[in-house]
């Protein structure tokens, strides 16, 4: 190993890691070979591991290390924090050698001349020998100091530095991994401050941190310096990009979550004081951290980066990236970059689902916050408070019971590991929390506001993160199966097998199933989700004169320009995402299908919903967008549907609509849709009929001629034939899609449909819950089968069957 103590961070690369470590050999590396692509990093230099080195020697230190580490016993809390306080005391304690102090001022005031400054604010960060690698990740094991200024301060927090190598994470963690202490060195990184505490910072992972999707960019930030977004003490905004509509030049920011943001940290003003942390002001609170061309930049930056290093390793490395945005400049930078080290590892085909079985749950719920992995789980409720570490020692924390505090330390770990989930009011998923239990594969549901407030001490609850992106916690044991598929087990089938997804949370999830495309995306979903308002309210709320409906309005349109912009943002960034998650195979988005009892319920909408007695065959689907009481409302879908075609180059869109009755309709719909920006045909834009009413089968060769193609709708189709309300239990015993007259004005679509040369697919549930459903849908040549994710296996394998059965008669 090289002998020399300091050098400049541009001087190292990936080689050095003996010497800089991971940390550090990261931002040399790119500082040599990105800074020329335009991505920018801060300047600066090396304390090198040889300077660590020489500090332990010249104060004989490494035997009482030796002695106090060899004390700690495994999972024993109060071992661990005697032992680990000890050494980082007696590290502390220690003076620095002579010649290094001289060497470590030179170098700073060299850093200092080379921004014209007297005395430079800095940044200390650690860098360990066995940190930011592919294979282990090491990440914020160590400590880093902020807007440290002057000579002593600096030398001060390079003992700090050198200390860290010994916080009681980084022992638990080295003794967890089976690495030897002594034989691990710290190096530290002097580097020019950003002044983020004027602007902001945060986080990028070079995909989806929950389902490993590849072609995502997820952002988490936040105003202010970036320690609060990593340590999980607030809820971050939160930005996804997707990779190849980015690539192509489109603005591809397909989902924005506004955080709540309530502080962030800044540079001191007592003296002294490096940094402090403060209220943020109520335009932070209520807008984005970002504008939409730095996401954009950040994501072109990230993607740079996985690029390189992917080439460097010869393998896929997805990348956990820190930024920062110079509040004085203005200026992006990147302070950090990392290969991410828990999807890269995974077990690549396999495929596990999480399903609750309890149909009354919702009665259950106790709190609800942002979900981490898509697992659940069940157990005690334990209570720590993160301000009172004597709570560690009296905690009586057994294997399988549920962590639940306002935010976890790092320190935590070994406490972390033993439960069966965590549970925090505060966080975001990139915070301390999520990283930590993604790496020990338990469910962790963060950002809860109050769970503190809610959960009792030794209260039994369920965790459950595999309903969307919305993590929930059920009071009592919620019984739930799992099912696990290798994916390159699933037969190759001649008709395809499409999906039908609800809920965009759950589409990059669904993302590795080796389904073609999307056959139904339901938008009232996302209206009744993400939305939560009648369109028309957030239109005219204002006339109304309602103070109550025009508050709530107000705060859940906070950070976007207007209402409209909310709305067409909202369900044009939730269309986006499955449409992005499927790419480029066709996703079928279908307009809205509430019924009036529907719309009702949402906000605002007994304003404007008339009482019907059988709202299931009233106004809805087709006969609301041309209306003159509804198509407002309609042209906002359309323009939402334009947005994300168009502005974020999701090209693979094709709309569907509903429950329209006659040929005449159709066309009136198409006007409609033409003053919202839309035209079948401009730009490959596809429509397809849902074949859901008698009319659309004895007319299908008249709607044909004005259509791209067919989708059945077998649920409405089957009610309408056989005149029954399937909402009605009384008539239940009636309803089956397999019922022959039901098959026969299937049988009659199909035919109608290869005349015309059009192709006809089903997306109702009959596939789903019946094979020998599925059977006669393959015998009459259906074009495709959508199904619910939970039954795409064992339709798939329906499928195959019947198709095997058929080349058989055939030959």
Same mark, same amino acid.
């Given at each position: 190993?090289?002998?020399?103590?300091?050098?400049?961070?541009?001087?190292?690369?990936?080689?050095?890691?003996?010497?800089?470590?991971?940390?550090?050999?990261?931002?040399?590396?790119?500082?040599?070979?990105?800074?020329?692509?335009?991505?920018?990093?801060?300047?600066?230099?090396?304390?090198?591991?040889?300077?660590?080195?020489?500090?332990?020697?010249?104060?004989?230190?490494?035997?009482?290390?030796?002695?106090? *580490?060899?004390?700690?016993?495994?999972?024993?809390?109060?071992?661990?924090?005697?032992?680990?306080?000890? =050494?980082?005391?007696?590290?502390?304690?220690?003076?620095?050698?002579?010649?290094?102090?001289?060497?470590?001022?030179?170098?700073?005031?060299?850093?200092?001349?080379?921004?014209?400054?007297?005395?430079?604010?800095?940044?200390?960060?650690?860098?360990?020998?066995?940190?930011?690698?592919?294979?282990?990740?090491?990440?914020?094991?160590?400590?880093?100091?902020?807007?440290?200024?002057?000579?002593?301060?600096?030398?001060?927090?390079?003992?700090?530095?050198?200390?860290?190598?010994?916080?009681?994470?980084? *022992?638990?963690?080295?003794?967890?991994?089976?690495?030897?202490? !002594?034989?691990?060195?710290?190096?530290?990184?002097?580097?020019?401050?950003?002044?983020?505490?004027?602007?902001?910072?945060?986080?990028?992972?070079?995909?989806?941190?929950?389902?490993?999707?590849?072609?995502?960019?997820?952002?988490?930030?936040?105003?202010?310096?970036?320690?609060?977004?990593?340590?999980?003490? @607030?809820?971050?905004?939160? !930005? @996804?990009? !997707? +990779?190849?509509?980015?690539?192509?030049?489109?603005?591809?920011?397909?989902? +924005?979550?506004?955080?709540?943001?309530?502080?962030?940290?800044?540079?001191?003003?007592?003296?002294?004081?490096?940094?402090?942390?403060?209220?943020?002001?109520?335009?932070?609170?209520?807008?984005?951290?970002?504008?939409?061309?730095?996401?954009?930049?950040?994501?072109?930056?990230?993607?740079?980066?996985?690029?390189?290093?992917?080439?460097?390793?010869?393998?896929?490395?997805?990348?956990?990236?820190?930024?920062?945005?110079?509040?004085?400049?203005?200026?992006?930078?990147?302070?950090?970059?990392?290969?991410?080290?828990?999807?890269?590892?995974?077990?690549?085909?396999? !495929?596990?689902?999480?399903?609750?079985?309890?149909?009354?749950?919702?009665? +259950?719920?106790?709190?609800?916050?942002?979900?981490?992995?898509?697992?659940?789980?069940?157990?005690?409720?334990?209570?720590?408070?993160?301000?009172?570490?004597?709570?560690?020692?009296?905690?009586?924390?057994?294997?399988?019971?549920?962590? #639940?505090?306002?935010?976890?330390?790092?320190?935590?770990?070994?406490?972390?590991?033993?439960?069966?989930?965590?549970?925090?009011?505060?966080?975001?998923?990139?915070?301390?929390?999520?990283?930590?239990?993604?790496?020990?594969?338990?469910?962790?549901?963060?950002?809860?506001?109050?769970?503190?407030?809610?959960?009792?001490?030794?209260?039994?609850?369920?965790?459950?993160?595999?309903?969307?992106?919305?993590?929930? *916690?059920?009071?009592?044991?919620?019984?739930?199966?799992?099912?696990?598929?290798?994916?390159?087990?699933?037969?190759?089938?001649?008709?395809?097998?499409?999906?039908?997804?609800?809920?965009?949370?759950?589409?990059?999830?669904?993302?590795?199933?080796?389904? &073609?495309?999307?056959?139904?995306?339901?938008?009232?979903?996302?209206? $009744?989700?993400?939305?939560?308002?009648?369109?028309?309210?957030?239109?005219?709320?204002?006339?109304?004169?309602?103070?109550?409906?025009?508050?709530?309005? $107000?705060?859940?349109?906070?950070?976007?320009?207007?209402?409209?912009?909310?709305?067409?943002?909202?369900?044009?960034?939730?269309?986006?995402?499955?449409?992005?998650?499927?790419?480029?195979?066709?996703?079928?988005?279908?307009?809205?299908?509430?019924?009036?009892?529907?719309?009702? /319920?949402?906000?605002?909408?007994?304003?404007?919903?008339?009482?019907?007695? $059988?709202?299931?065959?009233?106004?809805?689907?087709?006969?609301?967008?041309?209306?003159?009481?509804? +198509?407002?409302?309609?042209?906002?879908?359309? &323009?939402?549907?334009?947005?994300?075609?168009?502005?974020?180059?999701?090209?693979?869109?094709? =709309?569907?609509?509903?429950?329209?009755?006659?040929?005449?309709?159709?066309?009136?719909?198409?006007?409609?849709?033409?003053?919202?920006?839309?035209?079948?045909?401009?730009?490959?834009?596809?429509?397809?009929?849902?074949?859901?009413?008698?009319? /659309?089968?004895?007319?299908?060769?008249?709607?044909?001629?004005?259509?791209?193609?067919?989708?059945?709708?077998?649920?409405?189709?089957?009610?309408?034939?056989?005149?029954?309300?399937?909402?009605?239990?009384?008539?239940?015993?009636?309803?089956?899609?397999?019922?022959?007259? #039901?098959?026969?004005?299937?049988?009659?679509?199909?035919?109608?449909?290869?005349?015309?040369?059009?192709?006809?697919?089903?997306?109702?549930?009959?596939?789903?819950?019946?094979?020998?459903?599925?059977?006669?849908?393959?015998?009459?040549?259906?074009?495709?089968?959508?199904?619910?994710?939970?039954?795409?296996?064992?339709?798939?394998?329906?499928?195959?069957?019947?198709?095997?059965?058929?080349?058989?008669?055939?030959?």
């Amino acid at each position: 190993m090289s002998s020399r103590i300091i050098m400049e961070l541009s001087q190292a690369g990936i080689r050095d890691i003996d010497l800089v470590g991971g940390k550090n050999a990261s931002l040399g590396e790119m500082l040599q070979h990105l800074t020329p692509l335009g991505v920018k990093i801060p300047q600066g230099f090396i304390i090198t591991v040889a300077g660590y080195t020489r500090f332990i020697r010249f104060n004989k230190l490494e035997e009482r290390i030796r002695q106090l *580490i060899e004390a700690v016993q495994p999972d024993d809390m109060a071992s661990l924090q005697q032992s680990g306080a000890a =050494v980082r005391q007696l590290i502390s304690r220690s003076p620095l050698p002579p010649e290094m102090i001289d060497q470590i001022s030179d170098a700073y005031d060299h850093l200092s001349d080379q921004h014209k400054q007297l005395c430079t604010d800095v940044a200390v960060r650690s860098s360990a020998t066995a940190e930011d690698l592919p294979d282990a990740s090491f990440a914020g094991q160590q400590d880093t100091y902020l807007n440290v200024r002057g000579l002593d301060q600096l030398l001060e927090s390079v003992k700090r530095c050198f200390a860290s190598l010994f916080t009681d994470r980084a *022992i638990s963690y080295r003794q967890r991994f089976g690495y030897d202490h !002594f034989k691990i060195g710290l190096s530290v990184c002097v580097q020019k401050m950003v002044r983020a505490d004027l602007g902001a910072s945060g986080v990028a992972f070079s995909l989806d941190t929950e389902s490993g999707f590849k072609d995502a960019i997820v952002i988490n930030g936040a105003y202010g310096l970036g320690e609060l977004v990593v340590q999980g003490t @607030i809820s971050p905004d939160e !930005f @996804i990009v !997707f +990779k190849p509509a980015l690539q192509k030049g489109y603005q591809a920011i397909i989902e +924005k979550k506004l955080g709540a943001k309530d502080k962030k940290m800044v540079y001191g003003d007592e003296p002294g004081e490096r940094v402090a942390i403060v209220g943020t002001s109520p335009y932070e609170k209520n807008h984005f951290c970002l504008e939409d061309t730095v996401i954009l930049q950040l994501s072109k930056w990230v993607m740079e980066i996985e690029k390189y290093y992917s080439g460097l390793h010869q393998r896929w490395c997805p990348m956990d990236v820190e930024w920062a945005v110079d509040g004085m400049s203005r200026q992006l930078y990147i302070v950090q970059a990392r290969p991410e080290t828990i999807h890269s590892r995974r077990q690549a085909g396999a !495929f596990t689902e999480y399903t609750m079985k309890d149909a009354g749950r919702a009665g +259950k719920i106790i709190a609800k916050g942002i979900a981490v992995s898509d697992k659940i789980a069940s157990g005690r409720v334990r209570l720590l408070d993160a301000t009172d570490t004597k709570d560690m020692h009296s905690l009586q924390f057994e294997a399988g019971d549920v962590l #639940v505090t306002d935010m976890t330390d790092p320190d935590w770990e070994p406490i972390m590991k033993k439960a069966s989930a965590i549970i925090t009011n505060k966080g975001g998923r990139t915070c301390h929390a999520a990283i930590v239990a993604r790496e020990m594969g338990v469910p962790a549901i963060v950002g809860c506001g109050n769970a503190t407030q809610l959960l009792q001490e030794g209260q039994t609850i369920t965790a459950s993160c595999a309903e969307g992106e919305t993590g929930l *916690i059920y009071s009592g044991i919620i019984p739930f199966e799992t099912a696990s598929y290798d994916l390159s087990s699933f037969p190759e089938v001649d008709t395809p097998v499409l999906l039908n997804v609800a809920s965009p949370d759950m589409a990059f999830r669904f993302a590795s199933l080796p389904c &073609k495309g999307i056959g139904l995306a339901r938008e009232e979903f996302i209206i $009744n989700n993400y939305i939560r308002v009648h369109p028309l309210a957030l239109l005219r709320h204002r006339a109304l004169k309602d103070n109550h409906l025009t508050a709530a309005i $107000n705060d859940i349109t906070k950070g976007y320009a207007d209402e409209e912009d909310f709305f067409v943002q909202k369900l044009s960034q939730g269309v986006a995402k499955i449409a992005a998650a499927f790419y480029p195979h066709k996703v079928l988005v279908r307009f809205s299908d509430f019924k009036s009892n529907e719309y009702f /319920n949402l906000l605002g909408g007994n304003h404007f919903e008339p009482a019907e007695e $059988n709202p299931m065959i009233g106004w809805r689907g087709a006969s609301r967008y041309y209306s003159p009481q509804y +198509k407002e409302a309609f042209l906002l879908e359309c &323009k939402a549907i334009k947005m994300a075609r168009e502005k974020m180059g999701l090209k693979n869109i094709v =709309v569907m609509i509903p429950f329209c009755r006659t040929v005449t309709e159709l066309l009136q719909v198409y006007d409609a849709m033409k003053e919202g920006g839309l035209e079948r045909g401009t730009d490959g834009l596809q429509v397809v009929l849902m074949a859901e009413l008698p009319s /659309n089968i004895i007319m299908a060769r008249q709607f044909a001629r004005h259509i791209d193609g067919f989708s059945i709708g077998s649920n409405d189709l089957t009610q309408l034939v056989l005149g029954l309300d399937r909402d009605s239990s009384l008539v239940a015993h009636i309803y089956d899609e397999r019922n022959e007259a #039901v098959k026969s004005m299937i049988t009659m679509l199909i035919r109608a449909a290869r005349e015309a040369g059009i192709p006809v697919g089903i997306c109702g549930q009959g596939p789903s819950d019946f094979p020998d459903f599925a059977q006669f849908l393959v015998e009459m040549g259906i074009d495709s089968i959508s199904v619910t994710p939970d039954s795409y296996y064992k339709t798939v394998k329906a499928i195959h069957s019947i198709e095997k059965q058929l080349k058989v008669l055939i030959a």
